[in-house]
């Protein structure tokens, strides 16, 4: 079976920093994209960050560029979300999904596009 489970979330002052971890379990990253997302409560799940499974290939939404950085370590089976100077607007529910049937540059953030999710780790900035 097919799993990922998100780690390295918690409650941060505004401008702080978190590194959020997804390990999976049951395949390779050398095969499958992954991508972020979040819901943040009362809005609906948008996509913050995907990384191909190439690794070559990376890409972030507009409202998180500069403050994100996505890489993964294929050997441990872990892809890391920095998240740096966050903001109040960054409080949400954050999961990695993974998408199976992907080229090797292939990285989008379209929910669809995924078959497998983790079950989400809190992101909370507070003063």
């Known amino acids: 079976q097919l799993h990922l489970v998100e780690s390295g979330g918690g409650t941060v002052q505004p401008g702080g920093s978190l590194r959020l971890s997804c390990v999976v379990s049951?395949?390779?990253?050398?095969?499958?994209?992954i991508g972020w997302f979040r819901q943040a409560p009362g809005k609906e799940r948008e996509g913050v960050s995907c990384i191909s499974s190439s690794g070559g290939r990376f890409d972030y939404a507009d409202t998180v560029k500069g403050r994100f950085t996505i890489h993964k370590w294929n050997a441990k089976n872990t892809v890391y979300l920095e998240i740096d100077n966050l903001e109040p607007e960054d409080t949400a529910l954050y999961y990695c999904?993974?998408?199976?049937?992907?080229?090797?540059?292939?990285?989008?953030?379209?929910?669809?596009?995924?078959?497998?999710w983790g079950q989400g780790i809190q992101v909370t900035v507070s003063s």
């Open positions: 999904a993974a998408d199976g049937v992907s080229a090797p540059d292939k990285c989008v953030m379209r929910e669809y596009e995924y078959d497998y």
């Open positions: 049951g395949f390779s990253l050398d095969y499958y994209a």
